[in-house]
């Protein structure tokens, strides 16, 4: 691909079929409970202008800070307004920023590398899944990524704008996700590794990177100087999330995790593999180290690997967190791919190959549109985390029909009596209703009879059928899988809503 004009047709191409696959009906997929809970606390800024970082959970602030102008555009100033598209909107947005970043690569890697890494990664399955997410991932490799380019340029030429580039995005990474700590001693290895001089740092340049990475935190983290204490908050942080991910509890999973969800997963006769992708990122990997293959291949390859060492080796794991070294091997398949056409001689071969990748895209793609798609909340979807089931959109709607019918309308009555983790994401499929409170006990939220609505998790179920007696109507739905809620009705609203035509 030595024309500049090709090329630029084959970014375009890539961010074209990544906006494609990312941006579309970002309303079909029920919410996660970490996409609810982050959107309730976004409706907190939208109403009141006011954030605080919270160190025990969330993350950073700037996805919230940046959802507000899609809030302002689409004119929707409160949580009851706001609707899934315009929270999905912004990662979605970032997500197609990271395709292009790819492919802007090229002074990095070269023009064939930039290229076949933008196609992938637009048509990578986890890349896009996570895109469609409203949480903070999707901003987070972005700003990794280009931390990482920016740290490469300064090891590379020692100039102090790079340095203050590589700052100004390690702050944007910092105040989007903590564990950006993790990108930044991979940065580090990988410089020192592909130029072992990379260590020796002016003081005046460390300064400057130091400077501006504390600066744009400060910014975030202090609400734009309204909440000091965000930002000794965000230093306490380092303690939450060092014990995070040395704990033992529901998301602890085996070092090979992320390369089993990537790789090779069969559920229920599904077949799910990114494969493609990691063999050659295997094969990226290996020609870095030819003789004149220079800093960059190099560099790319340690940072990638460092990172996916790091990530593996912590305890606690989510699929989601395999996406920021996903990204960098997405780079290195980008290298592997443009060394095969170099290296195999004779038409045939390349054509032969050129078909096999061709194909082997094209298997990534109808995965992407399963992925997001009939599948986006099956748990057979490897990408698919204790999410929320299509069936908990139907205990929504019922709770809506018997509102509108009851006198009290929107301002009825739904105590949900639940563990925290269970509660999720009612406070976001709820949040026109005026009066829902939430309970982790049924003797907490005595008294029980008499609430129009009681929405109870599996361990307060009994409690609740207890206190209530005979005197109510009961329902069950899935929240999440094998993880079923009962939701009792008092038998008044029962037969008003049975008696109502219009329902």
């Known amino acids: ?53 919270d160190r025990h959970d969330h993350h950073g602030p700037t996805l919230y800070f940046l959802t507000l102008p899609s809030a302002w555009l689409r004119g929707q100033a409160t949580l009851a307004a706001l609707d899934e598209r315009t929270l999905r909107v912004v990662p ?23 290229a076949a890494a933008a ?20 901003l987070f490799v972005w700003c990794a990524l280009v931390f990482a380019v920016c740290a490469g340029r300064y090891a590379e030429a020692r100039r102090p704008r790079d340095a203050a580039w590589a700052g100004v995005f390690a702050g944007l990474a910092f105040a989007t996700k903590e564990t950006s700590v993790l990108v930044f001693a991979a940065a580090a290895v990988a410089a020192v590794v592909a130029r072992p001089s990379a260590w ?28 000091a204490r965000g930002v000794i908050e965000s230093v306490l942080a380092f303690r939450t999330y060092v014990d995070r991910g040395l704990e033992i509890g529901r998301h602890d999973h085996p070092w090979f995790y992320y390369l089993q969800v990537l790789g090779w997963t069969r559920e229920g006769g599904l077949l799910w593999s990114e494969g493609l992708i990691l063999v050659l990122a295997a094969v990226g990997a290996a020609s ?27 305890r606690y794991k989510t699929p989601w967190n395999a996406v920021p070294s996903h990204a960098g091997f997405v780079v290195l398949a980008g290298l592997g791919s443009a060394w095969l056409m170099t290296a195999v001689r004779g038409r045939a071969a390349k054509a032969a190959i050129v078909t096999t990748l061709v194909v082997a895209a094209a298997q990534l ?13 099956d748990p057979r979807n490897p990408y698919v985390y204790a999410h929320t089931t299509s069936d908990y959109l139907r205990l929504v709607a ?29 406070p976001w499929y709820l949040r026109d209703l005026s009066r829902v409170g939430y309970w982790t006990t049924a003797a907490e939220a005595a008294p029980l009879a008499g609430t129009p609505v009681i929405i109870a998790g599996p361990d307060q179920s009994d409690a609740t059928a207890a206190a209530l007696g005979d005197a109510y109507v009961t329902e069950y739905y899935s929240v999440r899988p094998e993880v079923l809620l009962t939701v009792f009705i008092d038998r008044p609203t029962w037969e008003r809503f049975l008696n109502t035509p219009s329902r």
Not at 36 to 53: C, I, M, P, S, W
Not at 219 to 224: G, L, Q, R
Not at 365 to 374: S, Y
Not at 409 to 416: C, N, W
């Open 92 to 114: 979605a947005v970032f997500g197609v920023a990271l395709v292009l970043t790819f492919g802007l690569l090229a002074g990095r890697v070269g023009r064939p590398a930039a």
């Open 119 to 138: 196609l992938l990664g637009a048509l990578s399955p986890a890349l896009s899944y996570y895109s469609r997410f409203y949480i903070q991932e999707s």
């Open 365 to 377: 793609g109808l995965q992407n549109v399963r992925a997001n798609g009939r599948y986006a909340a």
């Open 1 to 53: 691909m030595r024309s500049a004009a090709a090329y630029a047709c084959v970014v375009g191409l890539a961010v074209l079929v990544g906006a494609t696959l990312r941006l579309p009906d970002l309303t079909a997929r029920p919410m996660h409970h970490d996409e609810a809970n982050q959107a309730v606390k976004f409706g907190a800024l939208l109403e009141t202008g006011d954030y605080r970082y």
């Open 398 to 426: 019922r709770v809506h029909a018997l509102s509108a019918v009851h006198p009290d309308g929107a301002a009825m009555l739904v105590k949900v009596v639940a563990g925290p983790y269970e509660q999720w994401p009612a």
């Open 200 to 227: 020796r740092v002016p003081w005046r340049h460390a300064l400057v990177a130091l400077g501006a990475a504390g600066a744009v935190a400060l910014v975030f983290f202090s609400s734009f100087f309204r909440d």
């Open 288 to 314: 870095a180290w030819r003789r004149t293959a220079g800093f960059w291949p190099r560099y790319l390859t340690a940072y990638t690997l460092v990172l996916a060492v790091i990530f593996s080796g912590l």
